[in-house]
Nanobody, 119 residues
Framework: QVQLVESGGGLVQAGGSLRLSCAAS????????IGWYRQAPGKQRELVAM???????DYADSVKGRFTISRDNAKNTVYLQMNSLKPEDTAVYYC?????????????WGQGTQVTVSS
C-alpha cells in the first residue's frame, strides 16, 4: 500500500517562503510521476509541480521562477520550495504520485497540508 505524508504547511506573510515535504512509503522512482497539486477554496485542484517519468520537472506557469521541486532519493521524499509567496498561493497542497498499470494510471494522494499567505 502506498502512503504519501505531507508536512511543512503553515501561515506566512506575502513575500515569504515555505518548504513542503512529501514522504513516500517507497522509492519515488517507483512511480511514473510524483509531485504537487493544490486546491484553493471554491476552485478545482490544479497541478503545481511534477517530476515526470524521465525525471524532468514541470511547473504551472503561475509558480515558475518562484517554486522549485526536488527529491531526496535516500529519504524517499519530494520537496516543494516555495519562495516569493503570494496570497493567491493560499490553498491545500497535496502530494500526488502516479503509477501506470497496463492501460490505466493509478493516482495516490497525501492528506494535504494547508498553506496560507497573508497580504
Amino acid at each position: 500500500q502506498v502512503q504519501l505524508v505531507e508536512s511543512g504547511g503553515g501561515l506566512v506573510q506575502a513575500g515569504g517562503s515555505l518548504r513542503l515535504s512529501c514522504a513516500a512509503s517507497r522509492s519515488t522512482f517507483s512511480f511514473n510521476a510524483i509531485g504537487w497539486y493544490r486546491q484553493a477554496p471554491g476552485k478545482q485542484r490544479e497541478l503545481v509541480a511534477m517530476f515526470d517519468s524521465g525525471g524532468s520537472a514541470d511547473y504551472a506557469d503561475s509558480v515558475k521562477g518562484r517554486f522549485t521541486i526536488s527529491r531526496d532519493n535516500a529519504k524517499n521524499t519530494v520537496y516543494l520550495q516555495m519562495n516569493s509567496l503570494k496570497p493567491e498561493d493560499t490553498a491545500v497542497y497535496y502530494c500526488n504520485a502516479k503509477r501506470r498499470v497496463i492501460a490505466s494510471v493509478l493516482d495516490y494522494w497525501g492528506q494535504g497540508t494547508q498553506v496560507t499567505v497573508s497580504s
